[in-house]
Nanobody, 123 residues
Framework: QVQLVESGGGLVQAGGSLRLSCAAS????????MGWYRQAPGKEREPVAA???????YYADSVKGRFTISRDNAKNTLYLQMRSLKPEGTAMYYC?????????????????WGQGTQVTVSS
């Protein structure tokens, strides 16, 4: 069982930056894909970015060029660097991990989820 705890959310003005972290309770060397999702009020949870154990990355079109996903397996931590934030980026951001998939682009491919960290972008 792997527990994931997100941190780094907060209130930021449009155009600003935030760095989210996701700390895993166990070694993520045994974890394959990891990813970030977000859910805005009244909307469905949507994928933001994903990263394989080997470091291949994938991004939603809405965040390409502005967000960077990375992982530090030695520190059991996943990151999401967010730049040029927009008000539509206001959402709860969730970290997810998959034991089975090298690359996971669908939510049902993830086994473990964090509780989320709130990001609010003011205009």
């Amino acid at each position: 069982q792997v527990q994931l705890v997100e941190s780094g959310g907060g209130l930021v003005q449009a155009g600003g930056s935030l760095r989210l972290s996701c700390a895993a309770s166990a070694s993520i060397f045994s974890i394959n894909a990891m990813g970030w999702y977000r859910q805005a009020p009244g909307k469905e949870r949507e994928p933001v970015a994903a990263i394989s154990n080997g470091g291949r990355t994938y991004y939603a079109d809405s965040v390409k060029g502005r967000f960077t996903i990375s992982r530090d397996n030695a520190k059991n931590t996943l990151y999401l660097q967010m730049r040029s934030l927009k008000p539509e980026g206001t959402a709860m951001y969730y970290c997810a991990a998959s034991s089975d998939y090298d690359v996971a682009l669908a939510s049902n491919e993830y086994d473990y989820w964090g509780q989320g960290t709130q990001v609010t972008v003011s205009s």
